[in-house]
């Protein structure tokens, strides 16, 4: 009965997981891995979401990641591998070989295969493609050959393709016999005799048409194409746009070769979103799996880059030095200066990154989101330029000191705004991604014009 009991009680906890992972399953496996219960293991992880499965794999340590993966065996679902961490990834990958790797592969969609090989080192993708079968081998090699981020590399083979001269009762029975459709699919394809698409008929409408009716009759000829070699951000920009569930994607001749899913563009809209962040942190990759070593080492460069622009900023202190001897107040001020232009600046800059990666701007409307920014710095500037030079005023009973700073605060709020801008759209003008260098460009440009305009107003009017 206590037994029973249990079982009710870890089957209970596995099952109310609707919304990711808890502390308590997480916890109730590490215990079951500790106590080496490992039915209580199967028990836990068995309803869980592939997805879920990953995120149980990443949090686990190495050795309870190792003792997991052997309970789970044979069961071990090739699904669970697209969701991993692409560190964890590789441990799967060492610990499974290259043949338990590439039997799992073939069990995936195209996409999801490719998306797992090519993430992999040189040396474990060679060893997992010399397992594959040689038809299917050719089918991965040749996706891995088109430009990293691309429709190419993004979508999937498996395609409902069909003549647009059948009828809907023909389509149908395709359908139900063939045994090269993909798991799931959304949109069935009209193709001519060359196999370029000419409209698209949706899964639902097939399934409410009568049988006798020809596809040419009931389908969508505006429809939006996709080039094998057009970058994922495109792609997820016309997903976004035109609010599609799927889009055929085809060769240079216009051949029909795949398709690319709804599902796969909102992992492209995750991946850029979350890149573009990491890049305005200084930071390449997410490194929360990465050892110490690569991780600081993936650090040190943008943290040099950002010692090199602090010196420059120091540069310009020292050239005031004796203004700051005589005016001692000068030295506790400075931050203040320097610090408000630098956030007025990032709110600018991020509103900026993010629009030009949504594509909301560009070249046709860049003057008007100038000219706002810019608005917007010389208000701000003046109402903190007020508020400032009152404490000043307040705190030192100074007032040609409050008059400097104030001044000092609109110069570089005002430029701060104009930088905001125009470093992003410099940036992409000259193909280099605004989510690297705008930051560093920016804190360089707040800090020097910030330090210069307040100690360079006070060697004019408190000297």
């Known amino acids: 009965m206590e037994d029973t009991k249990n079982n009710n009680d870890l089957q209970n906890l596995a099952e109310d997981e609707n919304f990711g992972l808890s502390s308590d399953l997480i916890h109730a496996v590490e215990d079951a891995l500790e106590e080496s219960r490992d039915s209580d293991v199967e028990d836990l992880v068995e309803s869980l979401h592939e997805a879920d499965t990953a995120d149980l794999l990443e ?14 065996g044979a069961g071990f679902d090739p699904e669970i591998l697209p969701y991993l961490d692409e560190t964890i990834r590789e441990e799967i990958v ?4 290259p043949q338990g790797i590439a039997k799992l592969v073939q069990e995936l969609d195209s996409d999801d295969a490719v998306e797992l090989v090519q993430d992999l080192d040189e040396d474990h993708r060679m060893h997992i493609l010399a397992a594959l079968p040689q038809a299917y081998r050719r089918v991965i090699e040749e996706s891995l050959s088109y430009p990293e981020d691309s429709a190419g590399r993004l979508m999937q083979r498996e395609i409902v393709a069909v003549p647009s001269v059948w009828t809907i009762g023909e389509t149908i ?7 090269n459709l993909p798991d799931d699919f959304y949109d069935i394809f009209v193709v001519d005799p060359r196999h ?22 009931v389908m969508d000829d505006d429809m939006r194409i996709i080039p094998l070699e057009l970058d994922q951000e495109d792609v997820a920009h016309m997903f976004r746009q035109y609010g599609l569930i799927s889009a055929p994607v085809v060769e240079e001749s216009g051949r029909l070769v795949g398709v690319i899913t709804v599902d796969d563009v909102v992992d492209v809209i995750d991946e850029e979103a979350g890149d573009d962040l990491m890049k305005m942190g ?27 622009t ?41 509103v900026a990154v993010r629009s030009l990666a949504m594509k909301d701007l560009s070249e046709a409307n860049a003057s008007r989101f100038i000219g706002k920014e810019l608005i917007i710095g010389v208000i701000n500037g003046f109402l903190f330029a007020l508020l400032t030079g009152v404490v000043t005023w307040l705190w030192f009973d100074q007032a040609a000191l409050a008059l400097v700073i104030g001044a000092a605060m609109i110069i570089n709020m005002v430029v701060a705004g104009l930088c905001g801008t125009l470093i992003p759209l410099g940036l992409e003008k000259f193909d ?5 260098a705008s930051s560093v460009f920016l804190t360089t440009v707040t800090d020097v014009i910030g330090f210069f305009a307040f100690l360079g107003l006070a060697a004019i009017f408190l000297l």
């Open 196 to 217: 370029h698409p000419v409209g698209f008929v949706p899964a639902s409408r097939v399934m409410r048409s009568r049988r006798h009716v020809r596809l040419d009759e």
């Open 432 to 436: 280099i991604d605004p989510a690297v």
């Open 173 to 179: 029975d395709y359908m139900r016999v063939s045994d």
């Open 59 to 72: 949090i686990l340590g190495r050795d309870e990641r190792y003792r997991l993966m052997e309970v789970i």
């Open 310 to 350: 602090a010196v420059l900023a120091s540069i310009v202190i020292s050239l005031f030095d004796a203004t700051i001897e005589k005016v001692v107040a000068l030295a506790v001020l400075m931050p203040i200066v320097a610090s408000m232009g630098g956030n007025a600046g990032t709110q600018t800059l991020t």
């Open 282 to 308: 200084g930071v390449s990759e997410p490194d929360l799996y990465e050892d110490v070593a690569d991780t600081t080492k993936a650090r040190f460069t943008w943290l040099g880059v950002n010692l090199l």
């Open 94 to 97: 060492e610990w499974l070989g």
